[in-house]
T-cell receptor
Framework: ETGVTQTPRHLVMGMTNKKSLKCEQH?????MYWYKQSAKKPLELMFVYNFKEQTENNSVPSRFSPECPNSSHLFLHLHTLQPEDSALYLC?????????????FGPGTRLTVT | QKEVEQNSGPLSVPEGAIASLNCTYSDRVSQSFFWYRQYSGKSPELIMSIYSNGDKEDGRFTAQLNKASQYVSLLIRDSQPSDSATYLCAVHMDSNYQLIWGAGTKLIIKP
C-alpha cells in the first residue's frame, strides 16, 4: 500500500448504528487529520493528531469520536448520527518541517445516514 | 475571522488556452499556500505549494503569490479537458496545524 488509505469507501448506516472509519498512512508522517466535505462547502477540519496527541478539535459533536493508536493509524468512531452528517469524510496526513503543511489525502469514505 | 475566498465558477476555458484561478486570503501573516485539484467524486490532490512572493512553475502549472495584496493564483497553460476539476486553495495562516480552505473554483475546459 502507498500513500493514505481509507476503509470503507462507502458506508450506509441508520441513525442508531455504530460504525468506524479507518485511515492508514504509509508516508512516515507525524500528523493526521479528519475532514468533512459537504457539497458546495469548504473542507471542514474535524480533528488533528500530532505525534498521536489530539491538538485540534473544531467543536465537533460528540457523536464523532476519534482514535489515534499510533502515528500511522487513525479511526473515526460514529454513533447515533443524523442525516445531515451524510458527507465525504477525508483523512489526510502531513509531516511537520520544511514542506510547511502539505497535506496528502486518502480517497475518502462516502457516508450516507438514513 | 480567517478566510480564504475563491470564485465558485464555473470557469469555462477553451482547450489550449490559459486558465487563471484566483484566491484571496484574510491574514497578512500567512506562511504557506497550496493548490489542490479535486475531480468529481475523488479526494483533493496537491498540485502546487508556494511559500514566497513571486512565481513558481511546475510543468504547465504556475503559482503566483503576492503577499502585499494577499492573493495567490494558479495558471494552467495549454489547458486540456483532463484539467476540468474543482481547484481548492488552502492557506496556512498561523502556527497551528490548520489549513484554511476556500470553497473551490470549478474549471471546465471545453474541447
Amino acid at each position: 500500500e502507498t500513500g493514505v488509505t481509507q476503509t470503507p469507501r462507502h458506508l450506509v448506516m441508520g441513525m442508531t448504528n455504530k460504525k468506524s472509519l479507518k485511515c492508514e498512512q504509509h508516508l512516515g508522517h507525524n500528523a493526521m487529520y479528519w475532514y468533512k466535505q459537504s457539497a458546495k462547502k469548504p473542507l471542514e477540519l474535524m480533528f488533528v493528531y500530532n505525534f498521536k496527541e489530539q491538538t485540534e478539535n473544531n467543536s465537533v459533536p460528540s457523536r464523532f469520536s476519534p482514535e489515534c493508536p499510533n502515528s500511522s493509524h487513525l479511526f473515526l468512531h460514529l454513533h447515533t448520527l443524523q442525516p445531515e452528517d451524510s458527507a465525504l469524510y477525508l483523512c489526510a496526513s502531513s509531516q511537520e518541517g520544511t514542506s510547511g503543511l502539505e497535506q496528502y489525502f486518502g480517497p475518502g469514505t462516502r457516508l450516507t445516514v438514513t | 475571522q480567517k478566510e480564504v475566498e475563491q470564485n465558485s465558477g464555473p470557469l469555462s476555458v477553451p482547450e489550449g488556452a490559459i486558465a487563471s484561478l484566483n484566491c484571496t486570503y484574510s491574514d497578512r501573516v500567512s506562511q504557506s499556500f497550496f493548490w489542490y485539484r479535486q475531480y468529481s467524486g475523488k479526494s483533493p490532490e496537491l498540485i502546487m505549494s508556494i511559500y514566497s512572493n513571486g512565481d513558481k512553475e511546475d510543468g504547465r502549472f504556475t503559482a503566483q503569490l503576492n503577499k502585499a495584496s494577499q492573493y495567490v493564483s494558479l495558471l494552467i497553460r495549454d489547458s486540456q479537458p483532463s484539467d476540468s476539476a474543482t481547484y481548492l486553495c488552502a492557506v496556512h495562516m498561523d502556527s497551528n496545524y490548520q489549513l484554511i480552505w476556500g470553497a473551490g473554483t470549478k474549471l471546465i475546459i471545453k474541447p
